[in-house]
């Protein structure tokens, strides 16, 4: 099962959903949760990581298997 969260609009609640769905099927199975925002992540902050050193354990600990990987955009016909 692959969920994914996302909105163009900051502030609608896209982390708060993430980090809820995360730890509701975190009881059954091994889970990714990923926060793609580069600007101003904070999911970990909603999943209670605030130690960078926990953070890296995290991230590092395991690697995980990429079961699909897809890149999606739209590019207008007069843009470069």
Request: with cysteine; proline share 2%; hydrophobic share 40%.
């Amino acid at each position: 099962m692959k969920i994914v969260v996302a909105s163009g609009k900051g502030g609608v609640g896209k982390s708060m959903l993430a980090s809820s769905l995360a730890l509701l099927f975190s009881k059954n199975k091994k889970i990714v949760a990923c926060d793609c925002d580069v600007d101003a992540p904070n999911l970990g902050l909603w999943l209670g990581i605030t130690d960078y050193d926990e953070k890296e354990k995290i991230s590092t600990s395991e690697k995980a298997e990429i079961i699909d990987q897809k890149s999606f955009g739209w590019q207008h016909p007069g843009s470069v």
